[in-house]
């Protein structure tokens, strides 16, 4: 018997351009679930890609262009304002007119405008076609969590996303090694040749083994009136906004960590670059880990809400020990407590994000890509916000950094409880 809320392999069709999923029974799926998790994986992968195998030319675009670093930063900062703004508009696109055909359109203008990136000559230009790449690459995002939905439900739903978890994970740790590797053969331009070039693979991998996943029964025909009214109905549901808040605090707090990192890490303790990339492959693998014991241990034997009250407890306590640390509580202390505290944080996180992702979509089957564009929306924007942040009080200091995290999640956690209220609600998340 398969899990409830999942789709059975047996009721998978054939990939087509307007087959649904979930209602045709022709074919055992089990390869075609195989490709369509990997593809789902990579599609939400897209923009760490796109974001981190960029990190390490940057010294170079400003030499080359002959722009200050802050002017080259703001080609960071368009990136991440395109994946934030492009999920609510992608998002209610899938709703009305289904899965496939944004995402291919999405997908299409990614690689146009990557490649414009590659041949970028001024700033200005790579600004505003990082800023395109980052609307276009939100779809991968947007739509592969609203596929997750069309797919399953409760428990299926979160342990899917905890797979999702272990695919695009991968993309933080081998993206700035690739990203390094690529530049030791040619400039940064054949950075973002390499980004065209996975760009046009997904879409071929898309256009030929995506099947539709929303049929057209359920899709919604109306306008922009209708989809604002949708959005409006999900931000007035308290639940639903409290896993997007608190998912999004959280979302922050790892943010604060992909900023500030570099700079505690190797200007404030002194390590060298190899020992920097190390540590946070090693973070990033307790995300990994831990997010596959979510998945497959703990997820339909404990309630989603206690697993989630967990992290956040485990979140708040290591950004409390951070800021302690850091502060000079305990004394001069040295890189092996602080690395040691934001692995805890990090792999904590694991049990927070695909769980208050499934239960936002839970309450939502008819709108999911508009749920899912809220979800990513609110997640990047407090991100964006939380990153400048931990930088304010210069550069001899972690503290700051502290700060964000703790604050994040105290925020966090108070949203879960003010407005999830788990104890209150009769019907058992699982």
């Not at 990136?79 to 934030?84: F, K, R």
């Not at 740790?173 to 053969?185: D, F, T, W």
């Not at 007035?236 to 990192?261: E, K, Q």
């Amino acid at each position: 018997m398969p899990e409830a809320g999942a789709t059975p392999p047996d009721q998978i069709s054939t990939p087509g351009p307007s087959t649904p999923v979930r209602r045709a029974g022709e074919i055992p799926g089990a390869r075609t679930s195989l490709m369509v998790t990997f593809l789902l994986g990579a599609l939400s992968a897209l923009p760490a890609l796109s974001m981190d195998m960029y990190l390490p030319a940057l010294p170079q675009v400003s030499e080359e262009l002959r722009s200050p670093a802050v002017t080259v930063q703001l080609t960071l900062t368009a990136c991440l304002a395109g994946l934030a703004l492009g999920q609510l508009v992608v998002g209610p696109m899938s709703d009305r007119w289904g899965r496939r055909r944004p995402l291919l359109a999405g997908m299409v203008l990614y690689v146009l405008a990557t490649a414009v990136c590659a041949l970028a000559s001024t700033t200005g230009l790579l600004i505003g076609f990082r800023l395109l790449q980052g609307l276009s690459g939100a779809a991968g995002i947007v739509i592969a969590r609203a596929i997750v939905r069309d797919l399953y439900d409760g428990v299926a739903m979160a342990r899917f996303f905890s797979t999702l978890m272990l695919i695009s994970g991968v993309a933080p740790i081998v993206a700035p090694l690739i990203g390094g590797q690529v530049l030791r053969l040619t400039d940064w331009h054949g950075v973002f040749v390499v980004l065209t070039a996975v760009g046009v693979l997904l879409t071929l991998v898309v256009w030929r083994c995506l099947p539709e996943t929303l049929s057209p029964g359920d899709r919604h025909g109306g306008g922009l009136g209708e989809t604002l009214g949708a959005m409006r109905g999900l931000l007035a549901d308290r639940a639903f906004t409290g896993y997007m808040l608190t998912g999004g605090f959280t979302f922050a707090a790892l943010f604060a960590y992909v900023s500030a990192s570099s700079f505690v890490v190797q200007e404030i303790y002194g390590a060298s670059p190899q020992t920097y990339s190390l540590l946070f492959g090693l973070n990033s693998v307790g995300l990994v880990v831990l997010g596959q014991v979510n998945g497959k241990i703990l997820v339909g034997r404990v309630s989603m809400d206690k697993v989630t009250g967990v992290g956040l407890a485990v979140i708040t306590a290591a950004a409390a020990v951070l800021l302690a640390l850091t502060s000079g509580w305990f004394g001069p202390v040295g890189l092996l407590p602080v690395a040691a505290g934001l692995f805890v944080l990090m792999a904590a996180m694991s049990l927070v994000l695909p769980n208050t992702n499934a239960l936002a979509l839970m309450r939502t089957r008819h709108a999911a890509g508009s749920a899912s564009a809220l979800l990513g929306t609110t997640s990047f924007l407090v991100g964006a916000v939380a990153s400048p942040l931990v930088g304010i009080a210069g550069e001899h200091t972690a503290v700051p950094m502290a700060v964000v995290q703790l604050g994040s999640a105290l925020a966090a956690v108070v949203c879960f409880a003010g407005l999830c209220r788990p104890r209150r609600r009769t019907v058992d998340a699982r």
